[in-house]
C-alpha cells in the first residue's frame, strides 16, 4: 500500500491551497484517513481526521480554516486550508488505517510529505 501526497507549495498569508493525497495497493478497506504536519523543530501534530462515514476531527488551530473530505471510490483524502497563516507552515502527512487484501489485517500507512509555506 503507498499513499501519494500532493498540492503543497508557498501561498502568501490569507491564500489558500488543496492537499490531495490518494492510496494504491492491495487495499481492501480505508478507515480513518488523516493529515497531520510537522514544522521546523517541533513533534508532528494532528490537523484533521475523517472517518469512513465522513465524520470529522480537527485541531482547534485549523478550526473554521481547514476543511478535510475523502472519495472512498477513489481512496483519496483531501485537504482544503483557506486563510493561511505562517504558523501552519509545515511538512504535511497524510495517514490511513488500511485493511490490506493480504492476510486482512489493518495498521497504518503514512504518505511522503509534501510541504507548504506560507509567508507573511
Known amino acids: 500500500v503507498q499513499l501519494q501526497a500532493s498540492g503543497g507549495g508557498s501561498v502568501q498569508a490569507g491564500g489558500s491551497l488543496r492537499l490531495s493525497c490518494a492510496a494504491s495497493?492491495?487495499?481492501?478497506?480505508?478507515?480513518?484517513m488523516g493529515w497531520y504536519r510537522q514544522a521546523p523543530g517541533k513533534q508532528r501534530e494532528l490537523v484533521a481526521t475523517?472517518?469512513?462515514?465522513?465524520?470529522?476531527n480537527y485541531a482547534d488551530s485549523v478550526k473554521g480554516r481547514f476543511t478535510i473530505s475523502r472519495d472512498n471510490a477513489k481512496n483519496t483524502v483531501y485537504l482544503q486550508m483557506n486563510s493561511l497563516e505562517p504558523e501552519d507552515t509545515a511538512v504535511y502527512y497524510c495517514?490511513?488505517?488500511?485493511?490490506?487484501?493480504?492476510?486482512?489485517?489493518?495498521?497504518?500507512?503514512w504518505g511522503q510529505g509534501t510541504l507548504v509555506t506560507v509567508s507573511s
Open positions: 475523517i472517518a469512513w462515514a465522513g465524520s470529522t
Open positions: 495497493g492491495s487495499i481492501f478497506r480505508i478507515d480513518d
Open positions: 495517514n490511513a488505517a488500511v485493511t490490506t487484501t493480504r492476510f486482512f489485517l489493518t495498521r497504518a500507512f
